[in-house]
């Protein structure tokens, strides 16, 4: 049985539906596929979940997704060979969460981030949706936007975005980050004027379902602020490669960075405690409560891969960190047409710690100094060359063989600054 899980395959996305729905009605799916199995039983919970958290007012689910370099992936695999069709297919999706619960309803919102391709990613989704005659407001929307016009003034934002968004001049200086938040503000701009309002992020591709998107929503639709997908670290989260689905401790305990991702969480989760039960703050699939957004909203200035980790610091310090519920998913790796960081620790890796430092100075330390051990490890941090990170990831991956633990891992400070003669 051939394990892998290919998102350019019409056959096994509609197959994740389909035993998705065996699986609700009690039977046993006529798939065997264990990747395709492991996401229609992702699918399921989700849809049992938002079910049960359903009252009788209306929701809308907003999901918008940055687009940059995306026109090959857009399309089916018929005619370009990365092709996953992923509009439809995300339109499919949503249409199955939602099917027979009639106060629910969706829409999708593309932004452009200043795609280089000809046509663009906003031309050609927008051919799409007069193909398939998607409405351009309210339930079952698909919307584009490009973040040049909303950058240009050209298509204003009623809900407030901040000064540092205000300052920027081009899609050059954004990145990702500024194609999401134009795109929450503006599904807030069109959302409903009653009931409950859920913003989500998701990328571009397949590797998140949206199928999942009721195990993100069911925890805010319950109080909380935020739903966090997250890849790795919990309980039936589920990570899927070209070798089939993995679980802990075999999804991070597998990976040849896992050293990188356990020293950026050991460094997070001391220099902002109140995301240190968040395992996966890079994961691209979260959801919001509307409202929590908008105050939040006017207060970053973070648009580099550490955007949303801002976000939820932002967010924390209005609802405390029980409002950031952390939900486990499925999430195919998608290599194709991708451009993934180097596995070996350099330049970007050591970028996103000092991203993480200048976070902690901004936003944590004047209300929560650091004390202690997260004062040392500043103290390291801030003298830290690249040659030092290498050397230090290295030593660390080095040590690795036999110890067990994972994102609960801690070292003493002291014993790092001595290990790369410091």
């Not at 193909?131 to 950058?151: C, K, M, N, Q, W």
Request: net charge negative.
């Amino acid at each position: 049985m051939e394990p892998a899980r290919d998102l350019t395959d019409s056959a096994q996305n509609r197959a994740v539906l389909s035993a998705a729905d065996a699986l609700l009605a009690g039977r046993t799916p006529v798939e065997e596929n264990p990747s395709v199995l492991a996401e229609a039983r992702a699918g399921a919970r989700s849809r049992r979940l938002l079910t049960a958290a359903l009252g009788e007012e209306p929701v809308r689910l907003s999901v918008v997704f940055a687009m940059y370099g995306e026109t090959g992936r857009m399309v089916p695999r018929s005619e370009h060979p990365h092709g996953e069709d992923f509009c439809r297919e995300k339109v499919r999706q949503l249409d199955w969460l939602t099917a027979d619960l009639p106060t629910v309803t969706w829409n999708l919102i593309a932004c452009d981030d200043g795609c280089p391709d000809r046509p663009s990613s906003a031309e050609k989704l927008r051919q799409i949706i007069a193909t398939e005659g998607y409405p351009e407001r309210g339930h079952r929307s698909v919307a584009v936007i490009e973040l040049a016009a909303v950058i240009a003034g050209e298509n204003p934002l009623q809900t407030p975005l901040s000064p540092a968004f205000d300052a920027l001049s081009s899609t050059a200086q954004s990145r990702k980050g500024g194609s999401v938040l134009a795109a929450m503000a503006t599904a807030i701009d069109q959302g409903p004027t009653s009931g409950r309002h859920i913003v989500a992020y998701t990328d571009a591709d397949l590797s998140a379902n949206l199928a999942q998107l009721g195990s993100l929503a069911a925890p805010i639709l319950e109080g909380a602020a935020a739903g966090l997908g997250q890849r790795y670290g919990m309980d039936d989260a589920v990570l899927v490669n070209q070798h089939g689905p993995s679980t802990e401790p075999r999804s991070t305990g597998g990976k040849p960075d896992k050293l990188i991702i356990l020293f950026r969480h050991f460094v997070r989760a001391l220099l902002i405690p109140d995301l240190a039960h968040v395992l996966d703050t890079q994961a691209g699939f979260k959801a919001f409560d509307a409202a929590a957004l908008v105050p939040v909203l006017p207060e970053l200035s973070s648009f580099n891969e550490t955007f949303d980790v801002e976000l939820l610091i932002q967010l924390a310090k209005r609802t405390g960190a029980a409002g950031l519920a952390t939900v486990p998913m499925v999430f195919t790796e998608d290599f194709a047409a991708t451009n993934f960081p180097s596995v070996d620790p350099g330049r970007r890796h050591l970028a996103m710690i000092e991203q993480v430092v200048e976070l902690h100075d901004r936003l944590v330390a004047p209300v929560r100094p650091a004390t202690g051990e997260a004062a040392a490890l500043l103290a390291l941090l801030r003298e830290l060359s690249l040659a030092d990170y290498v050397r230090l990831i290295e030593l660390l991956q080095e040590r690795d063989e036999g110890d067990p633990t994972l994102f609960d891992r801690r070292w003493a400070v002291a014993d790092l600054r001595a290990a790369i003669g410091r």
